[in-house]
C-alpha cells in the first residue's frame, strides 16, 4: 500500500491541464503550418488589421487633441471664475474647503 500526498482530485486537474497544454500545442502547430502555406492570404489579412488599427488610433488622437483644445478654450473664455473665491487647505487630518463672498458652482 502506498501512502499518497494528494488526492485524486490533483491528478484529475493535473490530467485535465495536460490534454489543455496538448490541445494548445496541435493547435498551435496547425496555426503555424496554415499560415506557412497560405503566405500571401495572411500577409494580406495582418495588413488590413493593421491598417485598420492605424485608422483607430489616428481617429482617437484628433478625438484626445479636439478634446483638449475644447477644454483649453472653456477654460480661457473665463468658464473658470467660480473658482476665484474658493481655497481648498489639505493638512494631515484633511482637507477643509473654504468658499469666501459668492461662489458659482455651474
Do not use: P
Not at 12 to 39: D, E, P, Q
Not at 82 to 91: A, C, G, L, S, T
Amino acid at each position: 500500500m502506498s501512502f499518497q500526498y494528494y488526492s485524486n482530485l490533483v491528478s484529475k486537474g493535473t490530467r485535465n491541464f495536460a490534454s489543455g497544454v496538448f490541445v494548445t500545442g496541435m493547435l498551435l502547430i496547425g496555426f503555424g503550418f496554415l499560415i506557412w502555406i497560405l503566405r500571401e492570404l495572411f500577409a494580406m489579412l495582418f495588413a488590413v488589421l493593421f491598417c485598420i488599427a492605424g485608422i483607430g488610433c489616428i481617429v482617437t488622437g484628433v478625438k484626445m487633441f479636439w478634446s483638449v483644445s475644447k477644454f483649453e478654450k472653456m477654460n480661457s473664455d473665463g468658464q473658470g471664475a467660480y473658482r476665484e473665491n474658493v481655497h481648498v487647505r489639505v493638512e494631515d487630518n484633511g482637507v477643509d474647503v473654504q468658499v469666501h463672498g459668492e461662489a458659482n458652482f455651474d
